[in-house]
């Protein structure tokens, strides 16, 4: 079956970026229809099937989210390599999670909204290092002030605890408070000179905001917020619809069509029984993430684009990005508490700036503030106790351990590349392959800067014990793969994500960020596709 379909603009991707950019355009009367992989569910059934997970399996954020035969995505509880879905090779894996369900990854992020500083952006110029933004902080601080009050992010109203000082309007909410371990952290690294700050984050604080209630500090942002009280995009389905969207899901665009002038014409997908579909229209949007994005462009070749669409530069699936991290796991002397409040609400982010950028990585320290009952059970287990012995120790070790998490930034590196695997999926399509090297430049980080950090203050927490994680993980922030810049030559797509290539074609998010600096990078990749919105309006008035 072969159906034709027409949209004014048709966004491929229900993520915080593609709903964020459909509403704008739904407000200014335009038409919009949006492509989704994978299911809609409710949050009664996620909330469920976490509650139902054997306990080995609920610290992955991905097992409440059972893929889709047709949509796959990461599961990395999975034990044979031959069901994983990337396929990783390089000195350290891009092990990376994502949702391929209706509302995408924001299902089970931790809500964190740090922004990227002025420096951030001018890496290049200030330290001879990776790559400068094709603008200044200046253009997109107003985009972060909309996407602030958009999802409903609280923080701190002091721009001496601010993440950084330079903005236009407060936070629509304030900032939670800290657990008590938070507190005790947030005092022993004072006296080291480091200033742990609170989170600006997507949640509300105290009061209901956005038609969702107020965060009642279970405890369980991630995998899922079981009252809503987090912002995710599938929360903005609905008011969506009732705007005008329109919503295709269990739908799986494996092609991109473009005519004989190269602008893209028709989407082409796959539904739920390998039917083939076909939509037409005037401005195209792929906001699926850094890797479903780039995978689509590639399997798009064509005889105009034989290395895929948007690749004249050949940097399509090129400089993968993450924020790889470190964690130290400590013993205590004494209690500390973590787990009252979200799961990660403060951070020391001053540790990311410096004239040390020259040499090497910036890194960003963090107390996790998840609950650890469930962590130190099973260290707890492996001891042989039983009974009243294994209760006491399971309670000790909840009190008096802690995780501190170090982040890092990459620098963009064209041989980081997602390439087409020779696998296949369920539908015939080629799975992500992807080459990765966290690079000396964060390396030497580690050695030198972050590590040392640490352990100050570890020694400063009365840590008894130090046990750090023997090789870099990701953090799940999936950054590059269509990069920005001014140069064709050398770049994806344009300062407004606009491809290059292609007039009509938008690859806003992650993808386009030309630094990560430290901190989550989900507020960034929304405010590019604000902008991106704000250049597609633009651009339907022109026509």
């Known amino acids: 079956m072969n159906s034709n379909n027409k949209a004014e603009v048709v966004i491929v991707g229900t993520g915080v970026v593609g709903v964020l950019i459909a509403e704008q355009l739904l407000n200014a009367g335009i038409p919009v229809r949006m492509l989704e992989a994978g299911p809609r569910v409710a949050r009664a059934e996620v909330v ?67 922004r990227l500083t002025p420096e951030d952006m001018r890496l290049h110029s200030l330290y001879g290092v ?19 009050h958009q999802l409903g992010i609280c923080g701190p109203s002091d721009p001496a605890l601010q993440w950084p000082p330079q903005r236009s309007a407060p936070y629509p909410m304030p900032a939670l408070p800290f657990s008590p371990g938070e507190q005790r952290f947030t005092e022993v690294v004072q006296a080291l000179g480091y200033r742990n700050i609170p989170t600006a984050q997507a949640r509300n604080s105290g009061m209901p905001y956005d038609d969702r209630p107020a965060c009642c500090a279970n405890n369980n942002c991630v995998p899922v917020c079981p009252v809503g009280a987090k912002y995710d995009a599938a929360t903005a389905l609905a008011r969506l619809e009732a705007k005008g969207a329109t919503i295709l899901t269990d739908a799986v665009v494996y092609r991109v069509d473009t005519d004989a002038n190269d602008r893209v014409e028709a989407v082409n997908y796959f539904d739920a029984n390998k039917l083939s579909h076909r939509i037409t229209g005037k401005i195209f949007v792929l906001a699926c993430n850094g ?34 991290q470190l964690t130290m796991t400590l013993t205590l002397s004494e209690p500390y508490w973590s787990g009252v409040g979200p799961v990660v609400n403060s951070g020391i982010m001053e540790t990311s700036q410096g004239a040390f950028r020259s040499e090497h990585a910036g890194a960003y320290f963090r107390y996790n503030n998840f609950a650890r009952n469930r962590f130190v059970t099973f260290a707890a287990l492996k001891k042989g106790l039983v009974g009243q012995a294994l209760d006491e120790e399971i309670r000790r070790m909840t009190a008096c351990t802690a995780d501190i998490v170090l982040a890092h930034e990459v620098l963009p590196d ?41 352990r100050k203050i570890a020694e400063a927490m009365g840590a008894t014990d130090i ?19 001014l140069d064709p030559a050398n770049s994806v797509v344009d300062p407004d994500c606009r491809a290059h290539d292609h007039d009509n074609l938008y690859l806003p998010g992650g993808g386009a960020m030309p630094s990560t600096a430290c901190g989550n990078s989900t507020i960034s990749m929304a405010a590019l596709g604000l902008k991106a919105a704000d250049a597609i309006l633009r651009q339907l008035q022109k026509a």
């Open 48 to 114: 469920e099937n976490f509650r139902n997970l054997p306990l080995a399996l609920k610290g992955d954020p991905s097992s409440c989210y059972p893929p889709r035969p047709w949509a796959p995505h990461p599961m990395p509880s999975s034990e044979n390599p031959d069901d994983h879905y990337l396929e990783l090779s390089g000195p350290d894996k891009y092990a990376q999670t994502f949702i391929r369900y209706a509302g995408g990854s924001t299902w089970h992020w931790a809500g964190t909204c740090w």
């Open 467 to 485: 046990k750090v994680s023997p090789k870099f993980a990701q953090s799940k922030h999936i950054m590059g793969g269509t990069i920005m810049g």
């Open 130 to 148: 990776g790559r400068d933004w094709a603008f200044g902080y200046d253009v997109l601080e107003p985009y972060y002030t909309r996407v602030e």
């Open 414 to 454: 064209a041989e980081n590349r997602l390439t087409l695997s020779s696998k296949k999926d369920w539908l015939g399509l080629p799975r992500p392959a992807i080459h990765y090297d966290v690079g000396d430049y964060t390396r030497r980080s580690a050695e030198l800067y972050s590590l040392p950090i640490g």
């Open 291 to 324: 890797i479903e994005t780039p995978k689509l462009l590639l399997m798009s070749a064509n005889s105009r684009n034989p290395h895929g669409l948007a690749n004249r530069s050949d940097q399509v699936g090129r400089n993968m990005m993450d924020h790889p």
